[in-house]
C-alpha cells in the first residue's frame, strides 16, 4: 500500500522513505532477472561445450582405433583436425602400466584409469588400454594438494585392445612448441625403450588439456591439428603417439618421414 500525505496547497506526494523502498525493490528484480539469465546462458555454453568435446574426442578416438587396427608396421594420420574447450581434458590409459596417470602440467595429480565401479564406461577399459574424456567445470584442473586425484567428471571412453600404450611426447617450450601449443599437452615422462625417439626427447603419458591453467584455448578460438602414429616394435608391441601438428614443426615432419622410410606405409 502506497503511504500518500497531503500539503498545505493540497497536492499529494508519496513520502520519502516509501519511495526508495521501491527503488530497491525493483533493483532487486532486475538483479534477479540479470542471475537468472545469467545461470541459464552459462548452462546452455557448458551444454554447447561439452557437445563440442563429446564429438571430437569420438571422431580422435575413432581415428586411433582405426590405425590400431592397421596391418602395417607403422601408420600415420597427418593434420587431423581436432578442438577442445576449456574444462576438459582426455587422458590415455596404457595396458602395461600402473591404473594412475600422472599430469606434469597444470598440477601434478593423478587422474586414476576408469574401472567397473565407474559404470559402463569404466568397464571399457578393463583389462585393456583406453581414452577417456573427463570434465571439470570449476578449476581448470589447478586446485587439489600434491599426490591427489583430480575431482573430474568421467564422460566418455574408448577401449584400444590393439594397444598397449598411448603417448604424446614429452614437450618443452620451444620455437616450433610454443608455451600455448606446449602447455596443453603435457604429461610426466614415461620410460619408453621400445619405441624410437625420432625427433623427441622423450615420451610422456597422453594428456590434452582445452585449457591448461592460462586459457590459451579459449583465448585463441582455433582448432590444433594433429598427428596420430601407430606403431608396432619388433616386440609385437604396439604404441599410439599424439603429437601437436601446425605449420612450421619440423620435429613432425623430420620424424614422419624417417619412420614411414624405415617401417612402412603411411594412410
Given amino acids: 500500500m502506497v503511504i500518500r500525505r497531503l500539503n498545505k496547497k493540497g497536492d499529494v506526494r508519496t513520502l520519502p522513505g516509501v519511495a526508495l523502498v521501491g527503488t530497491i525493490l525493483a533493483l532487486a528484480v532486475i538483479v534477479l532477472v540479470l542471475f537468472i539469465a545469467g545461470k541459464f546462458t552459462g548452462l546452455f555454453f557448458s551444454e554447447k561445450n561439452q557437445e563440442l568435446a563429446i564429438n571430437n574426442f569420438i571422431a580422435l578416438s575413432n581415428r586411433i582405433e582405426t590405425l590400431s587396427k592397421s ?29 594412475r596417470t600422472n599430469s606434469d602440467g597444470c ?7 576408469p574401472s567397473v565401479i565407474d559404470g559402463q564406461e569404466g568397464k571399457k577399459c578393463r ?11 570449476n578449476d581448470h584442473f589447478t586446485k587439489g594438494k600434491e599426490g591427489q586425484e583430480y575431482n573430474v567428471e568421467l564422460i566418455q571412453c574408448r577401449s584400444l585392445p590393439e594397444v598397449d600404450y598411448i603417448i604424446i611426447p614429452y614437450l618443452k617450450e ?17 620410460p619408453l625403450t621400445g619405441y624410437p625417439l625420432t625427433g623427441f626427447n622423450n615420451y610422456a603419458f597422453s594428456y590434452i588439456y582445452g585449457q ?3 586459457h590459451y584455448w579459449d583465448k585463441n578460438l582455433e582448432s590444433r591439428k594433429l598427428y596420430i602414429e601407430k606403431f608396432t616394435n619388433e616386440g609385437g608391441i604396439p604404441y599410439i603417439l599424439i603429437a ?23 594412410s
Fill in 71 to 99: 596391418r602395417n608396421q607403422f601408420d600415420a594420420q597427418r593434420n587431423f583436425p581436432f578442438y577442445l574447450p576449456s574444462n576438459f581434458v582426455i587422458v590415455g590409459f596404457n595396458r602395461r602400466w600402473n591404473d
Fill in 107 to 113: 598440477e601434478p595429480e593423478p587422474v586414476r584409469k
Fill in 127 to 137: 583389462d585393456s588400454a583406453c581414452i577417456c574424456l573427463f570434465g571439470d567445470r
Fill in 174 to 190: 620451444s620455437k616450433e612448441y610454443p608455451s600455448q601449443i606446449y602447455k596443453n599437452f603435457i604429461g610426466e615422462k614415461i
Fill in 212 to 214: 591448461c591453467d592460462d
Fill in 244 to 266: 601437436p601438428e601446425h605449420e612450421g614443426v619440423k620435429i613432425i615432419e623430420d620424424r614422419y618421414k624417417a619412420m614411414n622410410e624405415k617401417y612402412g606405409k603411411t
